[in-house]
């Protein structure tokens, strides 16, 4: 057979034979289609469904997203692997406006739906019929009293295009458009952002700093602008509260998380509570380092000595063996990833940085991006995103609507993965040095999952606050920002005068209000059933494994308590924590005996 493409290439021709191919075109006009001849069959009138009727209304709906999210996503795919081609720059924008156009007209449905009468909807819920909708019905309806008539919920949208959105786009455009000079080795060079924080994983401790400080700084030159989109940002989320009658800053979050606010407030309390145990990573590190205090650019730095290179074939035996070893199910599914070409890993110009894995639909096979360089973090990164592979076939058992997991529970597979991978490498490696490297790594992830996310969170959550007294000024935001780092470090870490900055490039506080969180939500639950995978062999597996099969079918606190984990048990957090604290003190021990000998 002929091949087009190199190795280190996906083969997207599992879901079309190229962007020209005559399959690709059909299904977008036809998608347009169905979806008009659905509008114009329920609209208005889903109120009036008999339960048969509503059955089959929510099945078609699923064919058509499941007929959308084709097109759409080879359209991504295609792009993210090469955004010069010109062509892929057109399919592109096509398929964003295509989906912009479906989703406008199908959304009376769910807007119907939420605003079925009390009583009508609780006899639908609990109809048997109806028992693979339940969780979406019951999701959908969570909004119910914060949803406005349908002319001022249009208004709101229509406005937001020159309101939050236009300081959002803003935000991104300015960021992107930074460019950086910096001295390198007696050399000049033009750097981009992404380039530039590249360096905080440098050997040299003033590359390091000269780097972050360079980058700041930027931000701290626009401060006019950057500050006035992150005031404007909380405000509009001010008002929209108001205007929709939530009562508390991140209760749209929690909303959409379907987690218990109680949970929350809980995991960052311990989290705080624990702040002691980074400190203690910290002073030991700087150890490693060999200085007598870390500072903040230091937290990520390499230790000396440490320059081992994979392969791809290499990286793809250990995730092979890390995987197969917890469960040939896991096995089978990783190396179709391989077999049936889903990995594109090589490196190339134009094609996105980064790495992620897309799920698509209960019907097609998930597809995997990456830049393999060969260093240690790539191998986990191809360990992180095979997680979330797995996690996205096993969830196929589900219907379209309920395939999606809750973001709380989006990382579970892709960090249990990366465990298993360090279990996997502490285990055959012989070298004292590899084996710190490998653990530092493994805990300075945590760390940054965990502690600094609630760093972020509580900033947010004070920021928020205080935007409702008046606006601030950019000084204002900065010592906010230190506060709270200072409460996290405490004397273990020096945090240099740039650093005031360090709130100002991160994104999440403008695109996805109090996302961060999530991530100290997912991380400390994968400890926690690493842990009773450590515990208890074998016989966890199968709950893992139910775990992941129920997708986006319950909310995270139902989905996990098949395994027997409770998220309103105090302790449960801290078990996390427990965890960490067991890798500092094996860290710990093997510096000793290097010590020793
Ligand atoms: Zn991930």
Known sequence: MIRKKDAGQWDLTLLYSSSRSHKLKTDLSSAETRAARFRKKYYGKVATLSVDQLETALHEFEGLQESIVRPQSYAYLLFAADSEKIENKKLSQQAMEFGNRIARELLFFDLELMALPDDRFLELKDNDLLATYRHYLEKLRRYRPYTLPEREESILK????????????????????????????????????????????????????????????????????????????????????????????????HLANEVEPRAVERLMEVSEKNYPLAREYFHLKARLLGVPKLKHTDIYAPLAGINRIYSFESSKNLVLEAFGGFSPVFGAIVEKFFSEERIDAQPRHGKSGGAFCMGISPSLPPFILLNHTGNLRDVATLAHELGHGIHFVLAQKQSMVNYHPPTPLAETASIFGEMLLTRLLLHREADTKQKISILCAAIEDIIATTFRQIVLTRFEERFHAKRKEGLLTAEEICSLWWEENARLYGDSVEMTEPYRWGWSYISHFIHSRFYCYSYAFGELLVLSLFNRYLAEGKSFVPIYLSILESGGSRSPADTVRAAGVDLAEPHFWQEGYDFLRGLINELKRIMEVQQSS
């Open 158 to 253: 229509e406005k937001r295009l020159t309101g939050v959105e236009a300081f959002s786009h803003l935000f991104d455009e300015l960021s992107s458009s930074f460019r950086y000079d910096f001295l390198m080795d007696g050399e000049l060079l033009e750097l981009t952002g992404e380039e530039l924080l590249g360096l905080l994983h440098h050997c040299d401790s003033s590359v390091r700093e000269r780097a972050f400080a360079t980058f700041l700084a930027k931000y701290r030159e626009q401060g006019i602008v950057i500050a006035s989109i992150f005031n404007n940002a909380a405000l509009d989320h001010g008002q929209e509260m108001e205007i929709r009658g939530y009562r508390s800053i991140m209760e749209p979050t």
